[in-house]
């Protein structure tokens, strides 16, 4: 520490850069040389015994090469690692700005094919919509160019034990659609615009002739409410109720001959409906099936067919066990017993128990289809099936049964076997059937009544 300042400053200045220029400070010294005194001042080490220079924070480019290349290869792991650490967080940047643009592209592409499902589906809705309506205008085409041209034939009466046991039904089925008159019970039909104020009685002994040509007449009428109820610019409102009028018209002229004429129904059931007459042949399921798509039941609908079909097979069964145990009481009776008057009150008795038994299966017959066209069917899905089915009449345990087998249902006679399992049972089952048929009318004909009730 003998050295002056300056003298000290040059030695430690040129032991630690030999291959530079010493920066000389004097009294004298330019402002250059005051400024760089001062850049190199902070390396003094007080600390330092022989005065020395703490080289630690010196610029690399003022430092010896070797001290350089020190701190250089002491800075590299931590410049690589800085450089990995920023590539990395670069990729998973495009990463994420890549997945969003594939997600983007994927919600674009997913609301496109919703978009284009559900065209589909309305194309498909308005092609089934025309495909039925043009099925409707040929069936009212041909509805329009029918004629009736048979001469009238006197109708034959119904026998007084089938009046009596059909009685209470047809009341109650033409509850709220006859009203009184001098002459009794009296309908009113006016499909052809004229009002025919017809009782009862005389509507059920209407001829051949007449009852073919008034359904016609009114499945014109119903097919014309169809369309005008496909018909965006119609008054829905107006032909609704139309169509709901007609309805009741033509199930309660269908009442009447059923209760007053059941020999013409079979006759009418037997052949067509239009001008050409033709005998009915066994048409197909695929004909069955054809008017339950068009009618188009909804699935209490379907619930509810099942299960009356399930009790009029069951009902059937029993009827016709009925009828066997009286045809074999019947020829075993007139074989032993040897007394003629004896036979004559036995046969008798037993002739009677056979008409009644005969009512009675056609007077289910008459409950089937009461529960089916006024209950479970709405006004208009039966306008549907008339239309449709024109020119026939279908069978209606038929139509039941061609539903049943597309629902996997047991057959027809394997409902009626397993009847006689259990009678009681059986008539409970009819009991509710009869019991249903009391639970609406007429008016009721615009809404499905369910059969079944739900829990």
């Given amino acids: 520490m003998s050295l002056c300042f300056s003298e000290e400053f040059d030695l430690g200045f040129e032991q630690e850069h030999n291959?530079?220029?010493?920066?000389?400070?004097?009294?004298?010294?330019?402002?250059?040389?005051?400024?760089?005194?001062?850049?190199?001042?902070?390396?003094?080490?007080?600390?330092?015994?022989?005065?020395?220079?703490?080289?630690?924070?010196?610029?690399?480019?003022?430092?010896?090469?070797?001290?350089?290349?020190?701190?250089?290869?002491?800075?590299?792991?931590?410049?690589?690692?800085?450089?990995?650490?920023?590539?990395?967080?670069?990729?998973?940047?495009?990463?994420?700005?890549?997945?969003?643009?594939?997600?983007?592209?994927?919600?674009?592409?997913?609301?496109?094919?919703?978009?284009?499902?559900?065209?589909?589906?309305?194309?498909?809705?308005?092609?089934?919509?025309?495909?039925?309506?043009?099925?409707?205008?040929?069936?009212?085409?041909?509805?329009?160019?029918?004629?009736?041209?048979?001469?009238?034939?006197?109708?034959?009466?119904?026998?007084?034990?089938?009046?009596?046991?059909?009685?209470?039904?047809?009341?109650?089925?033409?509850?709220?659609?006859?009203?009184?008159?001098?002459?009794?019970?009296?309908?009113?039909?006016?499909?052809?615009?004229?009002?025919?104020?017809?009782?009862?009685?005389?509507?059920?002994?209407?001829?051949?002739?007449?009852?073919?040509?008034?359904?016609?007449?009114?499945?014109?009428?119903?097919?014309?409410?169809?369309?005008?109820l496909g018909d965006a610019g119609e008054d829905h409102e107006a032909a609704a109720a139309d169509l709901h009028r007609w309805i009741v018209e033509l199930t309660s002229l269908g009442t009447c001959i059923m209760y007053g004429h059941p020999h013409l129904l079979k006759a009418i059931q037997s052949s067509s409906l239009d001008h050409t007459q033709a005998p009915v042949q066994e048409l197909s399921d695929m004909f069955y099936a054809d008017v339950l798509s068009a009618v188009n039941l909804s699935e209490a609908q379907v619930r509810d067919f099942l299960h009356l079909r399930h009790c009029f097979w069951g009902k059937i069964g029993q009827l016709e066990r009925t009828h066997q145990q009286i045809i074999g009481r019947l020829s075993s009776g007139t074989a032993s017993n040897p007394h003629v008057s004896d036979k004559l009150a036995e046969v008798t008795s037993l002739t009677e128990q056979l008409h009644a038994n005969g009512s009675e299966e056609y007077r289910t017959h008459m409950q089937l289809a009461s529960a089916m066209f006024r209950g479970i069917l709405t006004s208009k899905q039966l306008a549907i099936q008339v239309v449709h089915a024109y020119p026939w009449l279908l069978d209606k345990p038929r139509l039941l049964d061609v539903l049943a087998a597309s629902r996997g249902e047991l057959t027809a006679q394997a409902l009626k076997d397993s009847a006689r399992l259990d009678d009681v049972q059986l008539a409970a089952n009819w009991q509710e059937i009869e019991q249903y048929l009391t639970c609406f009318s007429a008016q009721d004909l615009q809404r499905h009544v369910p059969l079944l009730k739900t829990a």
Wanted: charged letters at 25%; hydrophobic letters at 35%; aromatic letters at 4%.
């Fill in 19 to 228: 291959s530079t220029t010493a920066v000389a400070w004097t009294a004298e010294g330019s402002q250059a040389g005051l400024q760089s005194f001062c850049d190199f001042l902070p390396l003094l080490d007080p600390s330092s015994e022989n005065g020395s220079l703490d080289t630690s924070f010196v610029p690399a480019d003022h430092l010896p090469a070797e001290d350089t290349n020190r701190r250089r290869e002491a800075m590299v792991p931590s410049a690589r690692k800085e450089h990995s650490r920023l590539i990395q967080k670069r990729y998973r940047q495009r990463q994420k700005a890549r997945s969003q643009t594939v997600e983007s592209q994927l919600a674009q592409t997913t609301a496109e094919l919703a978009s284009l499902k559900a065209r589909q589906h309305h194309l498909e809705q308005g092609q089934q919509q025309l495909q039925q309506r043009n099925v409707l205008l040929e069936r009212m085409a041909k509805l329009k160019s029918q004629t009736s041209t048979e001469v009238s034939q006197p109708a034959q009466n119904v026998n007084a034990k089938l009046q009596t046991a059909l009685q209470a039904d047809v009341e109650r089925t033409l509850a709220g659609v006859t009203s009184s008159s001098d002459r009794g019970q009296v309908l009113t039909l006016t499909v052809d615009e004229i009002r025919h104020v017809l009782t009862v009685e005389e509507i059920g002994q209407v001829s051949m002739s007449d009852c073919r040509e008034m359904y016609t007449m009114y499945a014109r009428k119903l097919g014309e409410c169809l369309l005008r």
